[in-house]
């Protein structure tokens, strides 16, 4: 299994412009996470889907972000318009079921000028 | 979900068993403790997870005081490629949602 698959690896952007953080869960997983990690804040977990289903999205920061996940094997985090302070690692996880342990991405690293 | 306390860092010789403690002490019944660990500039990677008996798997042992207040992750013949930020969280419930918080930086030394 190739694992959480995250692209792209490193983005770099001017603030303003939208940005778009891709993930393809492990096959077979029910569950979907976005985390976010910066120095100050540690890993942030933004927002989790059960079956393609945002279930708790209490943690993504503001409505300049949003996800989706349209399918079983793909997932996006979208930030609109970004921000100088969004800079960060984004990861991706997936888990089998709710007892699972989770399988996370490599993650993307985003820097906004 | 029940609050973890762990040592920011520590330090450990090449070889030899690296414990790692953890207190939770406000763990309720349904709650695991799970063990994950981040190596520079790559995603967390899980380790262990348990309920209240003592877990052992090819990475490490995990072991869980009788009262379930606190838990010791052992490595037990640490090398350099274990150097890592050592997370302990608790969770359960109804939902695998796991808080990070900011673990031990344990620092395998040659």
């Known amino acids: 299994d190739a694992g959480v698959i995250q692209s792209p690896r490193h983005e770099v952007t001017e603030m303003g412009q939208e940005v778009t953080l891709r993930c393809k869960p492990i096959?077979?997983?029910?569950?979907l996470f976005w985390y976010r990690q910066t120095m100050m804040r540690g890993l942030e977990l933004l927002i989790y889907?059960?079956?393609?289903?945002?279930?708790?999205d209490s943690g993504m920061p503001e409505d300049r972000f949003s996800a989706k996940m349209p399918n079983a094997s793909f997932s996006t985090l979208k930030i609109q318009p970004s921000e100088p302070r969004d800079s960060a690692v984004y990861f991706c996880a997936s888990s089998l079921n709710r007892y699972s342990p989770l399988h996370f991405g490599n993650g993307t690293r985003l820097t906004v000028t | 979900d029940a609050k973890t306390t762990q040592p920011p860092s520590m330090d450990c010789a090449e070889g030899r068993a690296a414990n790692l403690p953890c207190n939770h002490s406000?763990?309720?019944?349904?709650?695991?403790v799970y063990w994950y660990r981040q190596i520079h500039s790559q995603g967390p990677q899980y380790i262990i997870h348990?309920?209240?008996n003592n877990e052992t798997n090819e990475m490490a042992s995990l072991i869980i005081t009788e009262d379930r207040k606190s838990s010791t992750l052992i490595l037990p013949h640490a090398t350099l490629r274990d150097t890592a930020v050592y997370y302990c969280i608790v969770a359960g419930g109804a939902t695998n949602k796991l808080i990070f918080g900011t673990g031990t930086l344990l620092a395998v030394q040659p």
């Open positions: 348990g309920l209240k």
């Open positions: 096959s077979g997983h029910d569950y």
């Open positions: 889907f059960n079956n393609n289903v945002p279930i708790d």
């Open positions: 406000t763990i309720s019944g349904n709650e695991y």
